[in-house]
């Protein structure tokens, strides 16, 4: 028969179990703490560079002496876009082509990075495939862009969203390659061991020590990534499409409409140094929940 202890609780039974919770308490309240200070740290550095990249510009144009007729200041943007009398309809011309330059971009951002992923682990994989696979991705590293551009849209149809999405994969290739690797090569030695003392092979290590462990540099990836995914749409919608900001910098050139050029110019920039801090505050925040380090 079962005998069951009615007793009271002993007093080192009771700190344990109301010990716990506390400590989760503390440590999650730590957690959000150091999330916070991240956060606001990030948005610190950008309202800095935000505001570094305001000055210089505005110095470009007061002190280099170039006709006010070319050069547009902060002012004369902020003038276009919100207090002039035509605001209204110069928001209706500006904001499709910068809708239509994000939407190349992250074309060229989403596969560039899903390639750089793969073409990372089948190289962890195997060393043969590295072998054979990497000297054409220097290649396409060394040669310029603009030579092999007209190759690449004779590929894949002029104005395509392939053409799009192979030449912002150019551009952002590399660099995310080149850190992903770094970051699954830097996996623990004594975590491998582990895995393979239990039976686990090279995908398993793979699966359950390089890639978590590899997290950070793939986000720093990706932030490499933003400036180069926006570049490769510019040059995409240049060359091929024709449309979004790239494809009407030059006619805004062509018929003196400097306005529209500075505003086009600016736009790009802010929202590029947007997408990277963005991308800096969610690396933050899934390391934060992991209980990895951000690296900064």
Known sequence: MDVIDTSPATPAASHVGTAD???????????????????????????????VLLLLWQAIVSLTGISPYIAKG????????????????NRAQMFPLVGQTLLD???????????????????????????????????????PL????????????????????????????????????????????QSLDVVHVFGGGRFTALRKVNLPGALPSVFAAARVSVPGAVTGALLAEWLSTGTGIGGSILKFNAQAQFAQLWTSIALITLITLVLYNLVQIVENIVLARMGMAAGR
């Not at 957690?31 to 740290?41: D, E, I, P, S, V």
């Not at 902060?74 to 309809?89: C, G, M, R, S």
Request: no cysteine; aromatic share 6%; hydrophobic share 60%.
């Open 21 to 51: 919770p506390i400590a989760v308490a503390r440590l999650r309240a730590e957690r959000r703490r150091g999330l916070r200070r991240t956060l606001l740290r990030s948005l610190g550095n950008a309202g800095i560079t935000l505001l």
């Open 74 to 89: 902060p002012l004369d943007v902020w003038t276009f876009l919100v207090t002039a009398p035509k605001a209204e309809a």
């Open 105 to 143: 971009a992250w074309i060229g951002f989403v596969v560039g990075m899903i390639v750089a992923i793969v073409l990372a682990i089948a190289f962890s994989l195997s060393k043969a495939i590295e072998a054979g696979v990497m000297p054409l991705v220097l290649l396409l590293r060394t040669i």
């Open 146 to 189: 603009v030579s092999i551009a007209p190759v690449i849209i004779l590929v894949t149809g002029r104005g395509t969203p392939a053409s799009v999405a192979v030449i912002g994969t150019v551009v952002v290739l590399f660099p995310a390659l080149a850190n992903v690797l770094f970051g699954l090569s830097r996996a623990s030695q």
